[in-house]
């Protein structure tokens, strides 16, 4: 009899994924008890790499997975993704679990690190059963989805357009399930996240001694993603020389390792995500015309949040269920979490600047504050954000200006307290009496007045925590700090 499956959070089996200075394999891992990972070849998991000692750690299957140092002569450490942040963080097994037979806890995504190998955690067949939570009810998504299944099939590249939070990512993992693609990796890459020289080093990998502490030779993600699809989110932001090694790779489809001679083939896909105006970027000069020719093979702009309200019920509740059962698993109070009607009607009023992200972080804490009553209008606190008097449309971030010369050092303005902020509007800039035509212009200028005047009550709310502002604006810290940047206001001061 077969040897059942351990399976993942989101319902897939696990597999691990092996990658060593000279060899590249995949290995499933056993439904139950634990497997022991080494060099030596009588190991459960062989991983064959000098730096990795005989028996060097061991991994239990739960639940929940977890990994043990077994004293090894290098160490383990693990690269844990926090799934609700976005953000990473780095755990060295043998220090955060001195005693023997503690363990650190893994989640599908982590990444594992064994002296110099690494070894990827990945779910095997739960991208497959995503597709259970897209929700798609408005006309213009089903015909964005509809356009999306029928190009999946082919090898084309897909340049998705949209704001942040609308999304892009949802549709990205839908694009990669209906390709040929579907058995193979889905490789999910930010190209804000990461500094250039260290982007370089991991897209591409490096050959040993590269630069200094290159000490072995190391495969970079595009040849992990063999076979399968690459999702290059906020492909706006790649820094102008990655632009160019890029755009090599996807025209040859090799890569070429940093301080490497010969070209590595790779057979992948490309999907790239952008919230900005890649047309005017190219005007300017901050992005390569020829990359965005290549990557805009099919383009596919998703509508935000605010002009698809028809879908803003459903993903209220999906999300309430999900966190419910989060928050309280095993209770049979979780499978069904109600929204009342009259917090139904303020979540259908609010503009969401930040999309479906700004939605399932207010759900999430209205799940937390009801604590199992149904959830009402008190629950949301969206009243600082959610007059329905003001008008309902958020301004996409707007184009970046050009870059000063590299000697050149702007004054730092000065720190400024959330008080100070709110005085820093200006008079003139409010939105045009109701019933006037503003005007092109004055209709933008009201828009960028209304935009600029929430980003300051948050902060102040939020006692200039920018952090805090964020999240209650439903957007990242790094977009709002952009946003203060464009709009000139003084960077705030934690009260």
């Known amino acids: 009899m077969a040897e059942p499956e351990i399976l993942s959070r989101d319902g897939g089996s696990l597999e691990l994924l092996i990658i060593t200075q000279s060899s590249m394999s995949t290995r499933q891992l056993p439904g139950s008890g634990s497997v022991v990972l080494g060099r030596d070849e009588d190991a459960g998991i062989c991983v064959p790499d000098a730096s990795v000692s005989r028996r060097h750690a061991v991994l239990h299957l739960g639940p929940p997975l977890r990994i043990e140092d077994l004293g090894s002569s290098n160490g383990s450490r693990v690269r844990a993704r926090h799934c609700s942040a976005a953000t990473e963080r780095l755990i060295d097994v043998g220090k955060s679990t001195p005693a023997r037979g503690a363990a650190v806890e893994l989640s599908p995504g982590d990444v594992i690190y064994l002296g110099a190998a690494r070894v990827v955690l990945r779910q095997k067949g739960g991208e497959r059963d995503a597709g259970k939570d897209v929700i798609v009810k408005d006309d213009a998504m089903r015909a964005v989805y509809e356009l999306a299944q029928r190009v999946a099939n082919g090898p084309i590249n897909i340049l998705l357009l949209g704001e942040t939070g609308a999304g892009k990512e949802v549709l990205a993992e839908s694009i990669h399930r209906a390709s040929p693609r579907a058995s193979r990796p889905l490789l999910r890459l930010s190209c804000v996240a990461l500094s250039e020289s260290l982007l370089e080093s991991e897209l591409f990998g490096h050959e040993r001694g590269a630069f200094t502490g290159a000490v072995r030779a190391k495969p970079g993600l595009l040849e992990t993603a063999e076979g399968g699809t690459v999702f290059l989110d906020e492909i ?12 090599r790779v996807i025209e040859e489809r090799k890569v070429m390792r940093v301080g490497g001679l010969t070209p590595i083939k790779i057979d992948v896909r490309f999907v790239s995500a952008t919230h900005r105006d890649l047309e005017a970027e190219v005007s300017r000069g901050a992005f390569r015309q020829d990359l965005y020719f290549r990557l805009n093979g099919v383009t596919l702009s998703i509508p935000p949040l605010r002009e698809r309200p028809g879908e803003v019920a459903a993903l209220a509740q999906l999300f309430a269920e999900r966190t419910a059962k989060e928050l309280f698993p095993g209770e049979a109070s979780a499978a069904s979490v109600p929204i009342s009607p009259a917090a ?68 730092a303005p000065a720190p400024a307290s959330a008080s100070t902020i709110a005085r820093s509007v200006p008079d003139g800039a409010k939105s045009a009496p109701d019933g006037v035509d503003p005007g092109p212009t004055r209709l933008r200028d009201a828009m960028e007045a209304h935009e600029r005047e929430r ?6 709310q939020c006692m200039g925590n920018q952090t805090r502002a964020a999240a209650l604006l439903g957007i990242s810290r790094r977009t709002l700090v952009e946003r203060i940047r464009v709009y000139g206001l003084p960077r705030p001061r934690k009260a």
């Open 236 to 247: 706006g932001e790649l820094p102008p020389s990655i632009q160019a090694k890029l755009l």
């Open 455 to 460: 980003i300051v009550q948050a902060l102040e």
């Open 344 to 411: 139904l009607a303020a979540l259908q009023r609010h503009s969401w600047p930040g999309n479906i992200r700004e939605l399932r972080n207010v759900i999430e804490r209205a799940v937390i504050l009801a604590n199992g009553a149904p959830i009402g209008p008190e629950h949301l606190l969206l009243s600082s954000l959610a007059d329905p008097t003001r008008p309902s449309h958020a301004m996409p971030l707007p184009a970046r200006p050009p870059q000063a010369p590299s000697n050149a050092r702007a004054p």
